[in-house]
Nanobody, 123 residues
Framework: QVQLVESGGGLVQAGGSLRLSCAAS????????WHWYRQAPGTGNQRELV?????????NYADSVKGRFTISRDNARRTVFLQMNSLKSDDTAVYYC???????????????WGQGTQVTVSS
């Protein structure tokens, strides 16, 4: 069974930093792309793509987080990170990791979501 386990969320003051981690468990050989999404309060079920990193290490960011957030990956540990600096109250949301293009030792899902981790930024 493939799972993504997130950690690193919490409460931080505006201007502070947090580092999110998302580790994949299960019989996985490789993961092509990693994404981080967030779902802010009052937006219903709408999730915003925050950052993405592909298998070659190329990255993309939402305009709202450019220059403040950095996505990185550790392929050996099947883990993705999101370093969040200069946090603002608008960054308050549940953050989800999302893995695409999984290849396993046996049958694995092509995509999988993490369970989400709450980030709250107080002003």
């Amino acid at each position: 069974q493939v799972q993504l386990v997130e950690s690193g969320g919490g409460l931080v003051q505006a201007g502070g930093s947090l580092r999110l981690s998302c580790a994949a468990s299960g019989s996985i050989l490789s993961i092509d792309d990693w994404h981080w999404y967030r779902q802010a309060p009052g937006t219903g079920n709408q999730r915003e793509l925050v950052a993405r990193i592909d298998s070659g290490g190329s990255t993309n960011y939402a305009d709202s987080v450019k220059g403040r957030f950095t996505i990185s990956r550790d392929n050996a540990r099947r883990t993705v990170f999101l370093q969040m600096n200069s946090l603002k109250s608008d960054d308050t949301a549940v953050y989800y990791c999302y893995a695409l293009g999984l290849v396993g030792f046996g049958p694995v899902p092509h995509t999988v979501w993490g369970q989400g981790t709450q980030v709250t930024v107080s002003s």
